[in-house]
């Protein structure tokens, strides 16, 4: 990353609080990849989250300063929150509970927030309507909000954002495949003389396992059968394992790992049947490892992935399983896809052209505030 130093507005170095809620794992690495930025131009960077994610991503490695703030909105956290923003120049919330909370710890005072948007709530029935109110809230509280995809920006400005921005966020990319090569991957998983399918994300209803699932039943008279691995957990292991019992499906459900790279790079197809993702991690990382990759298209898939995935509609198992068997049968069109899919990777932002986004904004508010 670059060294350049930040301009002494006033005081040196710029104080920034970054402030992360439950933390998905893109917010987290996002958080941990721009404090490393912020911290080598010279910025104090202070990031408020959970105790946990500290121990999974390693913010201090990064040279910034942790402090333990629980993902509670009760009247102690909020003011520890407030505590550790007194004397920031800036505060950045990432994600709807961080931004509320951040919000109300705020309260009164006159400090610049930024709110970066990474995803968005999958809710039903009342509840949709609570989240609908919390989003208004935190853009409205937001002096910028910054959007990881172009509906993401719309949906800030729908809730009355006074400056939303599009601010696509750049992850690290996937760590040097090593270790195993992918023959004894795919013969530990079970796929030795068969196709190799891989998606991975929790197991929650918004990721369309269940649609999965009916494409995999599709698919299976296949010969030879392609035997389709999903890494992650959640609440719907249960009903989906029941399943592929029920149904005798070749299908592996490992649970969460932490070698899901080298997993990926073992696959014949990355697969993701999402009803909503903003910028993916498995599609990013797919497309880097030149993966082929089939998506909905829905939210900011399309503007990430360009023509280097097949894209189908969500819920759509039939259309899913069409495009999976086809691109099975044409090596040609999957060799394609995986130059493509490398090629589309490298235009993305760097993590270095990230932070210095993210410290442009930083500046503009800086500059704002010594001009009122």
Request: glycine residues 10%.
């Amino acid at each position: 990353m670059s060294s350049t130093q930040v301009p002494p507005y006033g005081r040196s170095p710029l104080r920034a609080v970054q402030v992360l809620g439950g933390g998905s794992a893109g917010s987290s690495a996002h958080v941990r990849s721009i404090a490393g930025g912020l911290v080598e131009r010279g910025v104090h960077v202070t990031v408020c989250a959970p105790v946990e994610l500290e121990h999974s991503y390693g913010f201090g490695g990064a040279g910034a300063h942790f402090l333990p703030v629980p993902r509670s909105s009760d009247p102690a956290s909020v003011a520890a929150l407030r505590s550790a923003c007194a004397g920031a120049d800036v505060v950045h919330a990432h994600g709807l509970n961080a931004a509320v909370r951040t919000a109300l710890a705020l309260s009164g005072q006159r400090l610049p927030l930024v709110v970066t948007w990474h995803t968005r709530s999958h809710t039903e029935g009342a509840r949709r309507h609570l989240m609908r109110l919390l989003e208004r809230r935190a853009v409205r509280a937001a002096t910028v909000v910054l959007g990881a995809s172009s509906d993401l920006v719309d949906r800030a400005r729908d809730r009355g954002a006074r400056d939303a921005r599009l601010a696509p966020v750049a992850v690290p990319a996937p760590r040097a495949v090593g270790g195993r090569d992918g023959s004894k991957v795919r013969a530990e998983l079970g796929a030795v003389g068969r196709p190799l399918l891989m998606a991975v994300g929790s197991l929650e209803p918004h990721r369309g396992y269940r649609t999965l699932l009916d494409a995999a039943r599709l698919w299976q008279r296949l010969d030879p059968a392609p035997l389709l691995v999903i890494a992650g957990e959640g609440r719907e292991r249960a009903a989906l394992q029941h399943r592929v019992e029920a149904e005798s499906l070749a299908v592996r459900l490992i649970g969460s790992s932490d070698q899901v790279t080298e997993l990926l790079a073992a696959a014949d197809l990355a697969l993701l049947p999402s009803r909503w993702e903003a910028r993916s991690l498995l599609a990013q990382e797919a497309l880097r490892l030149g993966v082929p990759l089939v998506a909905t298209a829905v939210g900011g898939t399309p503007e990430l992935v360009g023509g280097a995935a097949e894209l189908v509609p969500y819920g759509d198992p039939t259309a899913l399983a069409a495009r999976v068997t086809a691109l099975l049968a044409d090596p040609e069109r999957r060799r394609s896809l995986a130059a493509a899919g490398r090629i589309q990777a490298s235009s993305w932002p760097t993590e270095d052209e990230t932070v210095a986004q993210i410290l442009s904004v930083y500046d503009e508010l800086m500059q704002s505030a010594v001009s009122r």
